[in-house]
């Protein structure tokens, strides 16, 4: 599956944006998807994920009660609601996904390596 990010952009502290993957496959529902972001100079870091259904969701602490991730498999296309917005969520988000079936997705959601497919990234400035 090929995932295109899309979405990010200047927001200023406090405010909100939504950042949307679309996959390339009408088949969406064959794949857990994640969040991921990496600030300039730091490594990759878990930011959310939700299994094939949306019926589960996970949270870095750090976004926790803000962010809200979610998927319209008919449309093919997972989301990132970010709200209440802080500078230091400036990154580049990317979205990745893992097939259903892989059996990594349960026990480590939270890890890169749990993630075969990734998108091209989107980025997020948050001013002060």
């Known amino acids: 599956v090929q995932l295109q990010a899309f979405g990010g952009g200047l927001v200023q502290a406090g405010g909100s944006l939504r950042v949307s993957c679309a996959a390339s496959?009408?088949?969406?529902?064959?794949?857990?998807m994640a969040w991921f972001r990496q600030a300039p100079g730091k490594e990759r870091e878990f930011v959310a994920a939700?299994?094939?259904?949306?019926?589960?969701?996970y949270y870095a602490d750090s976004v926790k009660g803000r962010f809200t991730i979610s998927r319209d498999n008919v449309k093919n296309t997972a989301y990132l609601q970010m709200n209440t917005l802080k500078p230091e969520d400036t990154a580049v988000y990317y979205c990745?996904?893992?097939?259903?079936?892989?059996?990594?997705?349960?026990?480590?959601?939270?890890?890169?390596?749990?993630?075969?497919?990734w998108g091209q990234g989107t980025e997020l400035t948050v001013s002060s």
């Open positions: 939700i299994n094939w259904s949306g019926g589960l969701t």
């Open positions: 496959e009408s088949t969406l529902s064959s794949y857990h």
């Open positions: 990745a996904a893992d097939a259903k079936g892989g059996g990594s997705f349960y026990s480590t959601p939270r890890s890169v390596a749990t993630y075969d497919y």
